[in-house]
């Protein structure tokens, strides 16, 4: 049975992770390396865990989790259609059974808000695990004076978390941003589409999304 610690430990695959966050640097955008990509398996597992999910769903989150970006290698136009190819021949390689490659594909072809639609718990946990990780280390621009809205937008949340309530009712993202840096606007501006996703992913979970900025709840 393939496992998370596995994939982690796949050469070739650390490989993808690193050249398609190379080709994201080349363009200018955030980090989508091992940072993120291990922040998002460990949310997603976290997300079924807390909600009683079994222990495989959890394992092939995880695993959702750690190659849902791969396919930015090829191009980051369709990068969730072509990662979900890429992790398909990966995984069928390595004779993981159907019933598990199906979930992980479908999650990761389903994780980006230009198409994407949480079709089932794995792929609502991937959804809400990616598009939360907000973060000022995903900034690589280092001269402040160059940022764009996206720079501005992550380099100005100074602290970020996402948490299940006890009731296990609702799923909170809860952000501090420092507004002299950016505003609130600005985060909706970019990130608007990435909440209604997560909202949805939620009710697919049965839990209402919260977002909360500054103490202030907005969602």
Partial sequence: MVTYKEIKENEAIKTYITCADESLKALGFTEHSFAHVTKVAENAAYVLRTLGYPERDIELAKIAGYL????N???RIDHSQSG???AFRILDKLDMPASDLAK???AIGNHDEGTGVAVNPVSAALI???KTDVRRSRVRNADTTKFDIHDRVNYSV???DLMINSEKTQIKLSLQINTKISSVMDYFEIFLGRMVMCRNAADK???AF???VNDQQLL
Wanted: proline share 0%; hydrophobic share 55%; net charge negative.
């Fill in 68 to 71: 849902h970006d791969i396919g």
């Fill in 73 to 75: 290698l090829v191009n």
């Fill in 84 to 86: 979900a190819i890429m």
């Fill in 104 to 106: 992980i594909v479908t």
């Fill in 128 to 130: 809400l695990a990616d």
């Fill in 158 to 160: 100074e602290k970020s």
């Fill in 205 to 207: 979970l049965g839990l």
């Fill in 210 to 212: 919260k977002l909360v």
